[in-house]
Structures are given as structure tokens and as C-alpha cells.
Nanobody, 124 residues
Framework: QVQLVESGGGLVQAGGSLRLSCAAS????????MGWFRQAPGKEREFVAV????????DYLDSVKGRFTISRDNAKNTVHLHMNNLNPEDTADYYC?????????????????WGQGTQVTVSS
């Protein structure tokens, strides 16, 4: 069992930055690939980024490449999403998720555990 708690969301102007954090409970954090998803009002939940168990591999949604960076600290059971050059289209609830799949999963159905989400609002 893994419990995930996100933090760091808020209101930011277009062009600004935020860092989201996800704190995980349990002693097996390093056994999971960790992902970030987002869901805007009236839209499907979409994949944003994923990082491998050891942190050596990552994958991103095309529209966030070059602006967002995912990182993890297995010693502290945390994963971060650094978001730069934000635009109003990035407004959504952001969710942290853990997957036991051995490859970098980008589908929500591949994830076993989810956090409650943190809200990000980007004003124009």
C-alpha cells in the first residue's frame, strides 16, 4: 500500500513557475515508477510526465516538453514536477500516481495508487 499526498499547487500568472511535490508513504517507494497526470474541468485525465524507479528515465506529454521537469528523491520518498513558462492551458488539477509496471507507463490504467490532487491555476 502506498499513500500519496501532493502539494505546491496554486495561482500563478502566465509565464510563471510552480513546483509540485508528492510525498509517498511506505518503504517500497523505489519500486514504483512515478507519474503526474492532470485533469482540467470537463476534460479527460491526461498524462503529463513519468519517471522510472531509479530516476534515470523520463517521459513527457509533448506539450510540456522543455517546460516541465520531473524528478524524484528515493531517500526522501518524494517526486517533484517543476513547471516553467506556464500558460492558461496548463490549468488543471494535478495528480501524483505510482505504478508497479516495469516500463514507463503513460496510461492512467497502468497506475496502482493515486493522490488526491493539487490545483494549478494559470491566469492570462
Amino acid at each position: 500500500q502506498v499513500q500519496l499526498v501532493e502539494s505546491g499547487g496554486g495561482l500563478v500568472q502566465a509565464g510563471g513557475s510552480l513546483r509540485l511535490s508528492c510525498a509517498a508513504s511506505g518503504r517500497t517507494f523505489s519500486s514504483y515508477s512515478m507519474g503526474w497526470f492532470r485533469q482540467a474541468p470537463g476534460k479527460e485525465r491526461e498524462f503529463v510526465a513519468v519517471i522510472s524507479r531509479g530516476g534515470s528515465s523520463t517521459d513527457y506529454l509533448d506539450s510540456v516538453k522543455g517546460r516541465f521537469t520531473i524528478s524524484r528523491d528515493n531517500a526522501k520518498n518524494t517526486v517533484h514536477l517543476h513547471m516553467n513558462n506556464l500558460n492558461p492551458e496548463d490549468t488543471a488539477d494535478y495528480y501524483c500516481a505510482a505504478s508497479s509496471r516495469p516500463v514507463l507507463p503513460n496510461r492512467a490504467s497502468s497506475y496502482d495508487y493515486w493522490g488526491q490532487g493539487t490545483q494549478v491555476t494559470v491566469s492570462s
